[in-house]
């Protein structure tokens, strides 16, 4: 089965609170996590990276935790907006010495912000 | 503008009519590669190209071809297509040293009768 996974499908959060997704994985090999974000009717696209020995990282408005412990890893929006109703999608990234780039994505969380 | 252009966006064909979907970049990407979508299923590669005349299956390759003659252009074949290759496919493209900033495009949805 796919080792990136997904907690919960769906989130659904008030204009101005929080967001926390959630993603699991079993790959310990893994080198960086990702997440995405896929809007309606669009392809997906880049949020943040984490490399594996790090356990925080911080963007503009998002930060994305790694807790290798438990292989979990969490993406957290502030005070979202409607515009980041989308779905969102972990994704891990295996360095194997240049042989292929392939990120293995999750199912995805539909996020729906309401206003 | 920076982007990667798929073509077409929607497309309804035959069981064994061969198609082509096309896949073009302007980042001068020397990656690129395609998914297909799938409820449930989430993106699963179906092949990628590290560089011109360099290319390589993916999770899931069969019933599927391409080729990678330009740097620009990646398109997908499908020399005979049948019901279970009704998908959501997407391109993307990034550069090596930063593989993990994939850009996509918008997306092709076939569906195979």
């Known amino acids: 089965g796919e080792s990136v996974g997904l907690h919960l499908p769906t989130l659904s959060v008030q204009e101005g609170d929080n967001s926390i997704i959630n993603c699991a994985y079993s790959n310990s090999a893994s080198d960086y996590f990702i997440w995405y974000k896929q809007e309606s009717g669009k392809g997906p696209q880049f949020i943040i990276d984490?490399?594996?020995?790090?356990d925080k990282r911080q963007g503009q408005r998002v930060t994305v935790l790694l807790n290798k412990t438990v292989k979990h890893l969490s993406l957290q929006i502030a005070a979202t907006q409607p515009g980041d109703s989308a779905v969102y999608f972990c994704a891990e990234n295996i360095d194997s010495g240049g042989s292929n780039y392939k990120l293995t994505f999750g199912k995805g969380t539909l996020l729906t912000v309401n206003p | 503008e920076a982007q990667v252009t798929q073509n077409p966006r929607y497309l309804i064909t035959v069981t064994g009519k061969k198609l082509t979907v096309t896949c073009s970049q302007n980042?001068?990407?020397?990656?690129m590669s395609w998914y297909r979508q799938d409820p449930g299923l989430g993106l699963r590669q179906i092949y990628y190209?590290?560089?011109?005349?360099?290319?390589d299956k993916g999770d899931v390759p069969e019933g599927y071809k391409v080729s990678r003659k330009e740097k620009r252009n990646f398109p997908l074949i499908l020399e005979s297509p049948s019901p279970n290759q009704t998908s959501l496919y997407f391109c993307?493209?990034?550069?090596?040293?930063?593989?993990?900033?994939?850009?996509f495009g918008a997306g092709t949805r076939l569906s195979v009768l």
């Open positions: 980042m001068n990407h020397e990656y």
């Open positions: 190209s590290m560089n011109v005349e360099v290319t």
């Open positions: 984490i490399r594996s020995n790090m």
């Open positions: 993307a493209s990034s550069l090596l040293g930063a593989k993990n900033i994939q850009y």
